[in-house]
């Protein structure tokens, strides 16, 4: 890929935010996605953007493995493939600036009705990510459809998570253990999908090599930043950095 040096250098930090994201302030990377989109063909930034995410999520899983809610995992998983599935098909014929803003409609809706949801009846301060109650398990098809949905098409599945498990009131480190073990799984899964619709092919790994450098030290600096940041200010973060995303990809 023909690139200029400050395009390569909005990449890599792009790529260092998907490291910080990923241990820190998940939906983060929705910034990721915007540059990345901005500095390549859209089609194309998705495909060069999945390994970086991948090697995030590895990194995500060595830190907070222990504290995953496998129950919630096994209940979202059937309907994300569902959602996988459909958006390959819909990735196969869907136009670029359509595909943007609905996903960006879709992530503001989501944050919009998070913060109505959670005024009108606060979280409980314990650790509800160890037993999500009733409603979060009836919203587990629907979230899950659009989180793989939304993940296959544009890389952006992370605030349609975030949104789900906020929602049912996951406290930080359960939340960030959580997300890691679900978007390994989810995206090597995608893997294969994306090498079908040829958004993943030599060159596109020739630029992740040199950029998953930058995702090591992003990783790092989220590690040591999410233990300074306290459970309020946490959950402003995420569905500020979702409303950013939204935001982004309905103007880009």
């Known amino acids: 890929m023909d690139i200029s040096l400050w395009e390569f250098a909005a990449l890599a930090a792009a790529a260092l935010l998907v490291g910080f994201s990923k241990t820190a302030v998940s939906g983060a990377n929705t910034v990721s996605l915007a540059v990345f989109a901005a ?15 991948i090697a995030g999520d590895v990194l995500a899983v060595l830190t907070y493995r222990r504290h995953a809610h496998w ?8 309907a994300v493939a569902a959602g996988v599935v459909v958006g390959t098909v819909f990735l196969m014929w869907a136009d670029d600036a359509g595909v943007r803003t609905s996903i960006g409609a879709i992530l503001l809706l989501m944050a919009a009705v998070t913060l109505w949801r959670r005024r009108a009846a606060p979280a409980d301060e314990g650790d509800a990510g160890e037993s999500p109650g009733r409603g979060s398990r009836l919203k587990a098809p629907s979230y899950g459809v659009l989180g793989g949905f939304t993940t296959m098409v544009a890389n952006a599945g992370g605030p349609v998570l975030s949104m789900y498990l906020l929602s049912a009131g996951f406290r930080k480190l359960s939340f960030l253990g959580t997300s890691a073990w679900f978007f390994l799984i989810v995206n090597t899964s995608k893997v294969p999908f ?19 450098l930058f995702v090591v030290p992003g990783a790092y600096i989220g590690k040591v930043a999410v233990h300074r940041i306290n459970q309020r200010l946490f959950e402003q973060l995420v569905i500020g950095a979702t409303v950013l995303g939204g935001l982004q990809l309905l103007l880009r």
Do not use: K, M, N, Y
């Not at 500095?39 to 999945?50: I, K, M």
């Not at 129950?71 to 059937?78: A, G, H, Q, S, Y």
């Open 39 to 53: 500095v390549l063909p859209a089609r194309e930034s998705t495909g060069v953007l999945l390994p970086i995410l």
């Open 71 to 78: 129950p919630t995992l096994w209940r979202l998983f059937p």
């Open 194 to 212: 994306s090498v079908g619709l040829g958004l993943i092919d030599a060159h596109s790994l020739l630029l992740d090599a040199a950029l998953v």
